[in-house]
């Protein structure tokens, strides 16, 4: 059975940081691509970030960039979605999805990808 648990959620303030985790299950990890996309109350869910099975490569919406890292560790099957400068926008349920391929390159495509964990709330006061 394949499982994506998010961790690492919670409120905070303006300004500061979290580091989300993505831990996954049940699947070949390094033969999956990874996104994080995020869903704010009332509003679409959208892409955030995306990184290569290998690590290699990423890309950033435009909103996460300079602010947000991704980055994987294929040993410990895990994802992660490093947030600095976090601003009250940012306020949303932030998912980790894993997409299997062939190629080593990343998608920002909701449909692409596979499996889906239960998301992380991430709360951002002002």
């Known amino acids: 059975q394949v499982q994506l648990v998010e961790s690492g959620g919670g409120v905070v303030q303006a300004g500061n940081s979290l580091r989300l985790s993505c831990a996954v299950s049940g699947l070949n990890f390094s033969n999956y691509r990874m996104g994080w996309f995020r869903q704010a109350p009332g509003k679409e869910r959208e892409f955030v970030a995306a990184?290569?099975?290998?690590?290699?490569?990423?890309y950033y919406a435009n909103f996460a960039k300079g602010r947000f890292t991704i980055s994987r560790d294929n040993a410990k099957n895990t994802a992660y979605l490093q947030m600095n400068s976090l601003k009250p926008e940012d306020t949303a349920v932030y998912y980790c999805a894993a997409d299997f391929t062939t190629f080593i390159t990343v998608t920002t495509k909701i449909a692409d990808y596979d499996y889906w964990g239960q998301g992380t709330q991430v709360t951002v006061s002002s």
């Open positions: 990184i290569s099975r290998t690590g290699g490569s990423t």
